[in-house]
């Protein structure tokens, strides 16, 4: 059974920074990638970024550009997702998950393609 759960949420305020974990277990992954997704209260799941395990491409939404930084240790089967100066906005449980491989950024973005979900870590930023 497959199992991804994510750490390292938690309050910060506005500017600074949260690294969250998400850890797998109960397959391997290499013909996969994980996926960071959020959802703010009374708002749709939106895409983050996501990462493959092996070779280590990314992609990211717009909104994350610039300020987070996704990456994976495939020894610990672990994918981080660094976020830094950080904002209100940035408010949300966010969640990881795992996708089969695709061939665009566009295939990572969908949430719907993603077999395989944590239960989710809460990021409340304050003003």
């Known amino acids: 059974q497959v199992q991804l759960v994510e750490s390292g949420g938690g309050l910060v305020q506005a500017g600074g920074s949260l690294r969250l974990s998400c850890a797998a277990s109960g397959r391997t992954f290499s013909s996969y990638a994980v996926g960071w997704f959020r959802q703010a209260p009374g708002k749709e799941r939106e895409f983050v970024a996501a990462?493959?395990?092996?070779?280590?491409?990314?992609t990211y939404a717009e909104s994350a550009k610039g300020r987070y930084t996704i990456s994976r240790d495939n020894a610990k089967n672990t994918v981080y997702l660094q976020m830094n100066s950080l904002k209100p906005e940035d408010t949300a449980v966010y969640y990881c998950?795992?996708?089969?491989?695709?061939?665009?950024?566009?295939?990572?973005?969908?949430?719907?393609?993603?077999?395989?979900w944590g239960q989710g870590t809460q990021v409340t930023v304050s003003s």
């Open positions: 998950a795992a996708v089969k491989l695709g061939y665009s950024s566009s295939w990572y973005s969908n949430s719907g393609h993603y077999d395989y």
């Open positions: 990462v493959r395990w092996t070779g280590g491409w990314s």
